[in-house]
């Protein structure tokens, strides 16, 4: 934390993100309580007042043939239409509000899918070896062979366009668990490698070489850390125990 908060760059992007994280969570007060719109349904016929003067959110196209409607621009007034209103008449910036929301969720959710799933593979390759480590390799070179882009649109294609059955959980398409599984699921591999080979090295410390030839059990030994002080610990009882 020392370290963190002598880092300017790293506090500067903290705060904005906590401004952003702010700044989405209150979305429903925003729509609601300040502008005053819902920001799931047209309005198609709505009026603001601005300045005095009431204007509509859909003008009518002065241009060519005067056929359609234009949506009202950014008035730069917090409680009417900051950022303007789409061809339904919805405000812009409650929902890039609500956006925030969802691209929040599906980064934090889908970051730790991946971290879980990293972790434990890469554990797994590093520590068992053998056919262990071979199998995951694999499928880790699987992955790694799409370039990542590629291999998001398609699985998003495959999963959008019909609902997702797993055992009796059924996924509909327009369901944000789809996203949030196809992103935790193709950076796994940019993540596992980096900790299989640190655990490969990991492994043939001394302490864990020691453990192993005590007989202790695999799950005590991926779940231990190095002590501090080695020497020290060593040669009290607590040191020998541990």
């Not at 002598?6 to 007060?29: C, E, K, Q, Y």
């Not at 880790?140 to 019909?162: E, G, H, K, M, Q």
């Amino acid at each position: 934390m020392h370290k963190l908060w002598r880092d300017r760059s790293a506090i500067v992007a903290a705060a904005v993100l906590l401004m952003v994280i702010g700044a989405s969570l209150l979305a429903p007060l925003y729509a609601e309580r300040v502008v005053g719109v819902n920001a799931f349904s047209s309005n198609l016929d709505g009026e603001i007042t601005l300045n005095g003067e009431r204007i509509s959110v859909l003008a009518p196209n002065t241009e060519g043939l005067g056929i359609g409607v234009i949506p009202i621009g950014p008035t730069w007034h917090f409680n009417a239409y900051f950022l303007g209103s789409d061809e339904q008449g919805r405000d812009v910036m409650s929902r890039l509000l609500y956006g925030g929301q969802a691209t929040l969720l599906i980064g934090s959710v889908s970051t730790l899918i991946t971290l879980a799933l990293a972790a434990v593979v890469g554990i797994c390759a590093g520590f068992f070896g053998g056919w262990v480590d071979q199998v995951l390799s694999r499928i880790l070179d699987v992955l790694w062979a799409f370039p990542i882009y590629l291999l998001a649109i398609c699985l998003s294609i495959v999963l959008l366009t019909a609902h997702l059955q797993l055992g009796p959980f059924v996924i509909n398409s327009g369901s944000l668990i789809i996203p949030i599984m196809i992103i935790g699921i193709i950076y796994v591999p940019y993540v596992a490698r980096p900790i299989r080979g640190q655990v490969l090295a990991l492994r043939k410390s001394e302490f864990v070489l020691a453990a192993i030839g005590l007989g202790v059990p695999p799950w005590r030994i991926l779940c231990s850390k190095p002590l501090q002080n080695a020497p020290h610990a060593a040669a009290s009882p607590a040191g020998q125990r541990q």
